[in-house]
C-alpha cells in the first residue's frame, strides 16, 4: 500500500471538504461572493460579516477573525474581483478547517509586545510550522473553490487558468 505525503493527503482533504461544502451550499449563478456567503451562513447557522478595507503593499490582504456570535472576514477592496474572492474564500478555508486564529505579529513585533515571554514559549505561541500548514490548507481550499467558480463564470483567461490547475 503506498503512503501519501503530508501535501497529498491535505489536498484529498481539502477536495473533500470543498465537495461537503457545496453538497450544502451552491454556488450562485450568476455568481456573488454575498449571495455565497449569505447561502454559507445559513448552512453554518453563523452570520458572517464581510469587512473591506483599504490595502498597502506589504499588509496582509485579508483576515478571519471569529466572535462569540459571529465571523468576521476582512479584504482588501483596492484589488481586483479575482482577487478579492480568492482571500475571502481563503478565509473560508480556515473557517472549514476548524483553524485557530493565529498571531499577526511577527517573531520581532511579538517579542517586543511580550519581552518577558522565554523564547520557547514565545516559539509556542507563534507556532510557526502549523501555520505555515494551515495557510497552505486554506490556500487549497480557496483555490478549489474558485476552479468551482470558474465553470460557472464567464470564462476570462484568469478563470481557464485555474480551472485548468485542477482538471
Not at 503512503?3 to 482533504?13: A, M, Y
Not at 450544502?24 to 458572517?48: A, H
Not at 505579529?105 to 507556532?127: F, V
Request: with cysteine.
Amino acid at each position: 500500500m503506498k503512503r501519501r505525503s503530508t501535501r497529498s493527503k491535505l489536498e484529498f482533504n481539502c477536495r473533500a471538504q470543498v465537495k461537503e461544502l457545496l453538497r450544502n451550499v451552491q454556488l450562485p449563478n450568476p455568481w456573488s461572493m454575498n449571495n455565497f456567503i449569505d447561502q454559507l451562513e445559513t448552512y453554518r447557522q453563523r452570520e458572517i460579516d464581510l469587512c473591506a478595507f483599504l490595502w498597502t503593499p506589504g499588509s496582509a490582504t485579508g483576515a478571519w477573525h471569529p466572535y462569540a456570535t459571529h465571523d468576521v472576514i476582512a479584504y482588501a477592496e483596492n484589488t481586483t474581483p479575482a482577487h478579492q474572492d480568492h482571500t475571502i474564500f481563503h478565509e473560508v478555508g480556515h473557517m472549514l478547517a476548524g483553524h485557530a486564529p493565529r498571531c499577526v505579529l511577527s517573531t520581532t513585533e511579538a517579542e517586543g509586545a511580550a519581552p518577558h515571554l522565554r523564547p520557547a514559549a514565545l516559539n509556542h505561541l507563534l507556532s510557526a510550522e502549523s501555520h505555515a500548514l494551515d495557510e497552505y490548507e486554506a490556500e487549497l481550499i480557496a483555490t478549489i473553490l474558485l476552479a468551482q467558480v470558474a465553470k460557472i463564470r464567464p470564462h476570462g483567461p484568469l478563470q481557464r487558468r485555474v480551472e485548468a490547475v485542477f482538471q
